[in-house]
Each structure stands twice: as C-alpha cells, then as structure tokens.
C-alpha cells in the first residue's frame, strides 16, 4: 500500500532519507517529523553540515583518507613510523584500526576491493598510487589489512604481484579475524591482535 503525506514537502524530505543506506520509509519518516518538530536553527544546522561534507571534505594525497586539510592528521604525524603502510578498504576501517591503539604506521585507502561482480577492477581503485609511494618513498613493510573474504583475498593476492618487483616485506593480518568476516566490524581486540600477529603474505597462501 503506498503510504499518502499530507504535505508533498513532508513526502520530499522521507524519500531522500529513505535513499540513505539502512534507512526504510518508515524510519525516514519519524526522522523527517523529529526534524520538523526541532526549531529552525536544528534543520539549518542539520543541512548546513551535510552540505558541508558534501562540498568541502578533502582527501589525503598521501593516503587518500578522509580530512579537513591537503595531507591527513596520520600522514602529516611526524611521530608516526612512516616506513610502514597499512593498506584498507576505506575509511571505516582506518578508524577501526585507530581505536585498537595497536598501530603507529600510516595508512592507504584503496576505496574499495576488487569485486567484478560488482564491475569494480583494479583501475577503480587506488592501487597505482599504492605502487608509487612503495616507489619513490622509503617504504619497508606493507601490511594488508583487507576483509578475509574472497574479494579481499583476490585483492591482496593482486596487490602481492604488483609488489614483488619491490624491496618491501608484505604481510597480512592474523587469522584473528574469521575468514568472511569485515575489518570494521571487529572488536578492537581482535582486530589489534591480528596487527600485532601479522604474518608474511607469501606464507599465508601456504595454509
């Protein structure tokens, strides 16, 4: 049955709540009537933040993480061990690794994972500029610290091949994690076990 608005701008605001991940009509809904039950000040707030995500968020030309300036808070860390990379999925699990407190390298976001299924290859992703920091910075260990499913693993197994003509160790997160499992929903322990136990990648594909 589709659901009536007594007002086309109620009925506007829930379809594009609605179009957020997660978030069905009716959940749209009550959060459409809490908005529109705050004072003007909270929905001005409300969308002048939004709009400032959208318009004015930077990404890291290091790392390609999420920030407020040219180079990351990580990135421009001095104190961080800049010889080692923790290459993710996105930026969720950057956070995630942050929370254990177990990591004190720098990071690089691929912006996805290899997945033809969904039409998403390796020239999707950041992985050429992966290559190039290896290249032309003083990078001695990567650690790859994707989700232990099959697009995870065929994504380490590329970024493996394209690292072998390089002087660097590349290693890959303890089995910690279960395998189908996603980093970002680890719990901290965990997830800072399977940094700390990391293992060499070439012997990983031995097990």
């Not at 691929?110 to 992966?130: A, F, H, K």
């Not at 995870?152 to 390089?166: E, V």
């Not at 970002?184 to 800072?192: C, H, P, Q, R, V």
């Amino acid at each position: 049955m589709i659901q009536k608005y007594p007002s086309v701008l109620l009925e506007n605001a829930v379809r594009e709540l609605a179009s957020l991940p997660g978030i069905g009509r009716k959940t749209a809904l009550r959060l459409a009537l809490h908005i529109l039950r705050r004072d003007e000040t909270y929905a001005e707030n409300f969308a002048a933040a939004i709009t400032a995500l959208r318009k004015e968020v930077k990404y890291c030309k290091c790392c390609h993480n999420i920030c407020d300036e040219e180079i990351c808070e990580i990135c421009g860390n001095s104190n961080r061990d800049h010889s080692i990379i923790c290459v993710v999925e996105n930026i969720k699990e950057v956070m995630a690794i942050e929370n254990t407190g177990q990591f004190r390298g720098i990071y690089h976001v691929l912006g996805g994972i290899i997945s033809p299924m969904d039409g998403i290859g390796p020239g999707d992703l950041e992985i050429d500029s992966l290559i190039q920091r290896v290249a032309n910075d003083d990078i001695t260990e990567i650690i790859l610290a994707l989700s232990t499913t099959m697009e995870g693993d065929t994504t380490n197994f590329f970024i493996y091949r394209k690292l072998s003509a390089y002087d660097v160790k590349v290693s890959v997160i303890a089995r910690g994690i279960s395998i189908g499992d996603e980093i970002e929903y680890a719990d901290e322990i965990t997830l800072g076990r399977s940094i700390l136990n990391r293992t060499n990648f070439s012997d990983s594909m031995k097990i």
